[in-house]
């Protein structure tokens, strides 16, 4: 069974930082690119950034670009998302999601979420 424990959101003020962590079982992790996306409330999914099987490549939505970080420990089958200059408007659940680029980012594939809530 797929499985997938994000934690680390919070409350933060604006222009602060969050480590959002994901660890996953039930599968090789090692084996497959991962993505985060998230929600926020009334609007659709959005894709955040991916990273391939051994973190060489990472790729991220425009909107988070030099501001969020994701990386990777097949060692430990953990996903990070570091998340700095944090904006309102990156108000949202974030998932990590067992897919790449383009991927199947819905259930069983993301886990149950952590919120992240910017306001000052």
């Known amino acids: 069974e797929v499985k997938l424990v994000e934690s680390g959101g919070g409350l933060v003020q604006p222009g602060g930082s969050l480590r959002l962590s994901c660890v996953a079982s039930?599968?090789?992790?090692?084996?497959?690119?991962m993505s985060w996306v998230r929600q926020a409330p009334g609007k659709e999914l959005e894709w955040v950034s991916s990273?391939?099987?051994?973190?060489?490549?990472?790729n991220y939505a425009g909107s988070v670009m030099g501001r969020f970080t994701v990386s990777r420990d097949n060692a430990k089958n953990t996903l990070y998302l570091q998340l700095n200059s944090l904006k309102t408007e990156d108000t949202a659940m974030y998932y990590c999601a067992k897919a790449g680029i383009g991927g199947d980012y819905g259930p069983p594939n993301r886990g149950q979420g952590t919120q992240v809530t910017v306001s000052s």
């Open positions: 990273i391939t099987r051994n973190g060489g490549i990472t």
């Open positions: 039930g599968f090789s992790f090692s084996s497959f690119a």
